[in-house]
């Protein structure tokens, strides 16, 4: 699939929840995104690193039409994220991003007479926040429940932000629980409690209707999918985007990479062993005298073969497999 890479610098950074935060960057004129879209985000020549390396899979938090590409995150600690959350505005990533995007399950259905229902918690609210704002910026006319677990208001990315958009657009109705209120330091006037089939009965009433989405790490991607067949709910009208995946996706691409380092090592001593035979084979011709025309001709030819089926081999690797180069490639 065709790729293309930006540099782009930070412009800002916002606490959104507790130890979470926003990284705001500059977006490219020429870059262009489905809402809820993930990109692969890379640091460029970070001051330290780990194992877990110097990318990762971030979903955007913005909209198409946002001037800004925005990205959210859990403060844990790693390498990455202790070099992102101390970068200085105007310092740049690297971001890649699939172009012409497969629309897969994780986008909003077409048919507006079918209610769309979010089942998301913590930070699994970034590609959700993302597709209703989009949704709502582009009035579609499908009514829009989002569900929203934490476990207090203090750990809630966008929270606000979701309550406002609640006000002011009568199609989308906002759910928030929270699971854990004796730890908070808030005042709490809404749900409380895990999101289960009451829950659901309660703002639904038809609960076999509409398409379910359900976005964030394994642990409540798994419940939320549990859920829903526990009620009888179809699989084709389950929806779903594990955090889990992309980091099991980067782990793939540098399996990849490590693949083709060791293909071209084997391929290369190969290739090499071939051409020594070759090159030794004419050269006991000569020295037992049984030089001809005949055998410089398969001398030569050999060699040609050699170098011509070396170098398509390597065109073609370093065409589909290797890095990125700025822009777009295939």
């Not at 690297?94 to 048919?111: K, R």
């Not at 060791?262 to 071939?274: K, P, R």
Request: net charge positive; glycine share 6%.
């Amino acid at each position: 699939m065709e790729k293309a890479s930006f540099e782009i610098a930070l412009k800002g950074k916002k606490l959104i929840a507790e130890r979470t935060y926003e990284f705001i960057f500059e977006k490219p004129q020429e870059f262009h995104f489905n809402a809820g879209q993930h990109v692969r985000m890379t640091l460029l020549n970070p001051p330290e690193t780990d194992s877990k390396g110097n990318s990762r899979f971030l979903t955007l938090a913005n909209t198409p039409k946002d001037k800004d590409l925005i990205v959210a995150m859990r403060m844990t600690d790693s390498a990455f994220k202790r070099v992102l959350g101390k970068m200085q505005i105007g310092e740049k990533v690297l971001i890649q991003i699939l172009l012409h995007s497969p629309h897969g399950s994780f986008v909003i259905h077409d048919d507006p007479s079918i209610p769309a229902v979010f089942l998301i918690g913590g930070i699994g609210i970034v590609p959700a926040y993302s597709m209703i704002k989009d949704a709502i910026e582009r009035k579609l006319p499908h009514k829009i429940f989002l569900f929203y677990s934490n476990r207090r208001p203090e750990d809630a990315p966008y929270l606000d932000e979701l309550q406002n958009l609640a006000k002011q657009n009568p199609k989308f109705t906002l759910i928030a629980t929270m699971t854990q209120m004796e730890k908070s330091k808030k005042s709490w006037q809404g749900e409380t409690g895990f999101i289960d089939q009451v829950m659901l009965k309660k703002y639904l009433g038809d609960l076999k209707s509409p398409i379910y989405y359900t976005a964030g790490l394994s642990e409540m991607v798994n419940a939320m999918k549990a859920l829903l067949k526990e009620i009888g709910i179809n699989e084709e009208s389950i929806h779903s985007e594990d955090f889990s995946n992309f980091k099991m996706s980067m782990m793939n691409m540098t399996d990849n990479s490590k693949r083709i380092k060791n293909y071209f090592l084997f391929g290369g001593i190969g290739l090499m062993i071939i051409l020594g035979v070759i090159v030794h084979s004419s050269l006991a011709v000569l020295l037992f005298n049984a030089f001809s025309l005949k055998n410089l001709s398969y001398f030569t030819i050999g060699i040609i073969l050699v170098i011509i089926i070396f170098k398509i081999l390597v065109i073609f690797k370093f065409k589909h497999h290797l890095g990125f180069k700025h822009g777009e490639e295939k």
